[in-house]
């Protein structure tokens, strides 16, 4: 079965310090991945995307992520918190047909 | 900027009424997705449109649940009769897939959302 899975429910971040969102994935052929974040009360933003090429990519706000296909995971990454990076944020990938499916979120605090 | 709209952004309904929420995808867009967020389950895919067709409904329940493209600016998903476990926020997204492109919905634009309370 095609899936999605984030591992932490919450991670909590001291602002200046490294962040990491694990993701991991399951899904047949070559892997289509996605990163979103979602503000409060609003939909989600596209952050970034790995089609092919690099596994080091990266995307808005300062953010990268790494695809390790022998490990099936696509983390998400930041060498250095903002407050302002407080947020939801959603790993996906592409599955048959061309829809998307999404992981349960994880929350991410950065504290001040 | 061109947006994806979705009204109403909130209803609040009695058990056993009709729900209609509607979305218009960006202008050019021709796929369309309907999610639900809940915090148990997360974002859960509903219903899945590309150029006006449904591809795929698997995670909608057909018995109460609809969804719809009557035209390529108008998405609509329809709740008879409504239920307290269907109190969620349902968000459409839009996005463009090219043939030519390896990156097929790429990037999905989302609406800012209909929040639902059945009571």
């Known amino acids: 079965a095609q899936s999605v899975a984030q591992p932490e429910d919450q991670v909590n971040v001291a602002e200046g310090n490294p962040l990491t969102v694990k993701c991991t994935y399951s899904v047949s052929g070559n892997p289509y991945l996605f990163w979103y974040v979602q503000y409060p009360n609003r939909g989600l933003q596209f952050l970034l995307k790995y089609i092919t090429g690099d596994n080091l990519v990266k995307g808005s706000y300062g953010f990268e992520a790494e695809f390790n296909k022998s490990q099936t995971s696509f983390h998400l990454k930041k060498p250095s918190a903002l407050v302002s990076d407080s947020a939801l944020y959603f790993c996906?990938?592409?599955?048959?047909?061309?829809?998307?499916?999404f992981g349960k979120g994880t929350r991410l605090h950065i504290l001040p | 900027d061109a947006r994806v709209t979705q009204t109403p952004r909130h209803k609040v309904t009695e058990m056993g009424q009709e729900v209609t929420m509607r979305c218009q995808p960006i202008?050019?867009?021709?796929?369309v997705f309907w999610y639900r967020q809940t915090m148990m389950q997360g974002l859960e895919l509903l219903a899945y449109f590309r150029n006006r067709a449904p591809l795929d409904d698997s995670g909608m329940p057909k018995d109460r649940f609809s969804a719809e493209m009557p035209d390529a600016t108008l998405a609509t998903l329809k709740i008879q009769p409504s239920e307290p476990r269907d109190s969620a926020v349902y968000f459409c997204a839009s996005g463009l897939r090219r043939r030519d492109s390896l990156a097929t919905n790429e990037k999905l634009f989302f609406g800012s959302g209909t929040q639902l309370s059945v009571l």
């Open positions: 996906a990938v592409r599955a048959s047909h061309d829809k998307i499916i």
């Open positions: 202008l050019g867009h021709n796929t």
